[in-house]
């Protein structure tokens, strides 16, 4: 069983879900998962987890991620995007400038209400198959943020532009506000991701290059280790005779502790001074003395000790 994380390129046509269905066919087994839905009409990175790494799905929600989009101005539809029911049509008579500030107004710590059309649940039940059934429910203002907007295009009533957005964003809807902004309304026309958190678009790899590799024997290769996701914490090995401590995921001791090393620098941190700095490294990952990674652990100060947070035997 191939355990880790692999980078997908998914092609506008299939749902997330079709995407993970034919993987499962290709490398031959039942575990995989992905996160960060991708609508069916869109493309671009999807963040799929083989093995034990489908243990990460709750922490790769929180990720950052990049898309590059094509609005429509002047459209509104029931759908926020151009698959859906149009609902309105109006004439685009503000000017690339006007339109440039409305989106701009936009970055930083906003408010958005998700779509209708979406994976979110109310009284157990998705928001999609309701608005099928013709229904629309008042849904709450969630917080995201906007890191950044780079405009590309303006050709009216089309303006292309890239956005870093926080989890939880709905570009759809990102498309419908500045249309709303502008008083002549908008959706969403195009979506590609290209990036979520270290996955790029670049990096990327079609089902049908996927399954190449996999007849080829290669695709081993582009599988990266489930540890790559915690890149930014530090390194935690236990002695020898405590590995049995984190195969159970029971918590850890100082006395536990073999070293512990600075994932960016490579450097052994002193531990006397983690010891009294605790609260910068909360997080580790875990490793035994073979340099085996086991899981995720966090520190708690108040007890002094290290507890699992996450295991990935």
Same mark, same amino acid.
């Given at each position: ?42 493309? #671009? ?18 990720? @950052? ?12 539809? @029931? ?29 930083? @710590?906003?408010?958005?209400? +998700? +779509? ?5 649940? %109310? ?62 309304? #908008?959706?969403? @026309? ?27 024997? %290669? ?31 029971? +918590? ?6 073999? %070293? ?54």
């Amino acid at each position: 069983m191939y355990n880790g994380l692999i980078n997908v390129y998914k092609e506008p046509g299939f749902t997330s879900m079709d995407a993970v269905a034919v993987l499962r066919g290709i490398l031959k087994q039942k575990k995989i998962g992905h996160t960060g839905t991708l609508d069916p009409a869109a493309e #671009g990175v999807l963040m799929v987890c083989l093995g034990n790494a489908t243990k990460l799905c709750t922490f790769l929600e929180d990720k @950052d991620k990049e898309y590059e989009c094509r609005m429509l101005l002047g459209t509104e539809t @029931d759908t926020e995007d151009t698959t859906g029911t149009v609902l309105r049509k109006t004439d685009v008579e503000c000017s690339e400038e006007e339109i440039a500030d409305a989106i701009n107004s936009f970055i930083g @710590d906003i408010k958005q209400i +998700p +779509p209708m059309y979406s994976a979110l649940k %109310k009284d157990g039940k998705k928001l999609y198959e309701l608005a099928r059934e013709g229904k629309v429910i008042e849904r709450e203002a969630r917080d995201i943020k906007i890191y950044g907007i780079d405009i590309k295009e303006i050709n009216i009533p089309y303006v292309t532009f890239t956005v870093h957005c926080s989890k939880g964003t709905y570009i759809r809807s990102l498309c419908r506000d500045i249309g709303e902004k502008l008083g002549c309304g #908008g959706c969403m @026309d195009h979506l590609k991701r290209t990036a979520v958190s270290f996955f790029e678009e670049k990096d990327s790899l079609k089902l049908s290059e996927i399954e190449a590799l996999a007849k080829e024997g %290669k695709i081993d290769e582009f599988i990266l280790p489930t540890s790559d996701v915690f890149s930014d914490l530090k390194s935690l090995y236990v002695k020898e005779e405590s590995t049995k401590i984190i195969a159970n995921g029971n +918590p850890l001791l100082w006395s536990n502790v073999e %070293k512990i090393v600075d994932t960016k620098n490579l450097r052994v941190s002193n531990i006397e001074d983690i010891k009294e700095n605790n609260g910068e490294f909360e997080m580790f990952k875990v490793y035994t003395s073979e340099n085996y990674f086991m899981a995720v652990y966090r520190y708690d100060a108040e007890n002094d000790i290290f507890k699992c947070e996450k295991m990935f035997l």
